[in-house]
């Protein structure tokens, strides 16, 4: 029977309501505020209006830090474990200062407005003693390219709350700038293959997050081109072959390579820069790639001809090595990450930012 105009109205509305209904409930439909955080509503917040700040540790101004593994092996695979003793003790402040940095700017993002104020205190306090300008080793200027991106990323996250002290806002951009810059400098001069493997990633991830907060483009535009020589690697298979040649951790260095390029693509995506098209979708195959050998290296054993060394503890990838997915999947919604990530929830990374989850789940 044909249906009348007020019954082809009702079928509107209701399709109308289911489609949205559908598009509510897609697994990893992006929910939460991302990098760029807007100032916060009036209406949010009431619930918790005091905010107790700690002071931060000391400020980290001079890192001389040594890589953890033998020098012996070519792979750069094997863990020496007196000089991997050394430099978890050496960068204990440092990750420590990071965590407890992102914690905060989640907070704010959470509905805490005072802490916004928190977080630039932080920021100011080690950019006023010139925190992490004085890097003594190549290891130590690898250390700052991979912190960085936390640094300016939880700045990120504040940075347009209302009533922050312009001047604290001023001295912190120019310190994330100057620390970018040594990541520039440093790298610029890289000849070696950690000029163009997961530490220029890193490196590429500082540039672009510190670029934006500083607003500086040519320092941003540098970390974009940073996470193009990596995408620009990618095979058809999805692989990373200055990764694959780490041998029994080829599927860890791909892990570690994935994270700072997901984010990188987040970033300059807000710029109007579709990294996942470059390379024809290089970052999506390097993506799903890594996601199949979460339960199953045998693509890695076969492609870097040896056994995958095992994840730590009960032998599953810890939460923080995954917490790069959270962006993934709200960019490209798949049943299969979602099945990976929903159990490990909240994902947390201090170098991507903290709380991904909160940030791109939007669940708290």
């Not at 309501?17 to 760029?36: D, I, K, R, T």
């Not at 298979?237 to 791909?254: F, M, N, Q, V, W």
């Not at 040896?306 to 997915?325: M, Y």
Request: hydrophobic share 40%; proline share 5%; net charge neutral.
């Amino acid at each position: 029977m044909p249906l009348g105009s007020s019954d082809r109205v009702l079928c509107s509305v209701r399709l109308g309501a289911v489609l949205l209904a559908l598009l509510q409930a897609a697994p990893g439909q992006a929910q939460g505020a991302g990098y760029l955080v807007p100032a916060l509503g009036k209406d949010r917040g009431q619930a918790e209006p005091e905010y107790k700040c700690e002071m931060p540790g000391a400020p980290v101004i001079t890192l001389e830090t040594q890589s953890k593994y033998k020098q012996a092996d070519s792979f750069r695979a094997t863990v020496d474990e007196n000089a991997n003793e050394t430099y978890l003790k050496a960068v204990v402040p440092l990750r420590a200062y990071a965590k407890g940095l992102v914690q905060i700017a989640n907070d704010y993002v959470r509905s805490n407005p005072a802490a916004a104020a928190c977080a630039l205190d932080w920021l100011e306090r080690w950019a006023s003693a010139n925190a992490m300008t004085d890097m003594r080793s190549k290891q130590a200027l690898f250390n700052l390219g991979q912190t960085l991106g936390g640094f300016a990323l939880a700045y990120l996250q504040i940075r347009n709350a209302p009533d922050l002290q312009k001047d604290k806002k001023k001295r912190v951009e120019a310190w994330l700038k100057a620390l970018g810059q040594q990541v520039v400098n440093f790298m610029d001069e890289n000849h070696e293959v950690s000029g163009r493997n997961n530490h220029r990633y890193w490196a590429g991830l500082a540039a672009t997050a510190a670029g934006i907060a500083a607003d500086d483009k040519r320092l941003a535009d540098w970390g974009v081109e940073s996470a193009r020589i990596g995408l620009s690697q990618i095979t058809p298979e999805g692989t990373l072959p200055l990764e694959i040649s780490r041998g029994k951790r080829a599927r860890d260095y791909h892990i570690y390579a994935a994270e700072p390029l997901v984010a990188t693509a987040q970033l300059a995506r807000s710029r109007g820069v579709d990294l996942y098209a470059e390379n024809n979708g290089a970052l999506r195959r390097l993506a799903d790639r890594v996601v199949a050998s979460l339960d199953d290296p045998s693509f890695f054993e076969k492609a870097a001809g040896t056994k995958q060394e095992a994840f730590s503890g009960d032998g599953t990838v810890p939460p923080n090595r995954i917490a790069w997915l959270e962006i993934y999947q709200s960019r490209f919604p798949s049943p299969s990450i979602e099945a990976v990530i929903a159990s490990r929830r909240p994902l947390a990374s201090s170098g991507l930012g903290g709380d991904l989850t909160l940030l791109f789940h939007g669940s708290q």
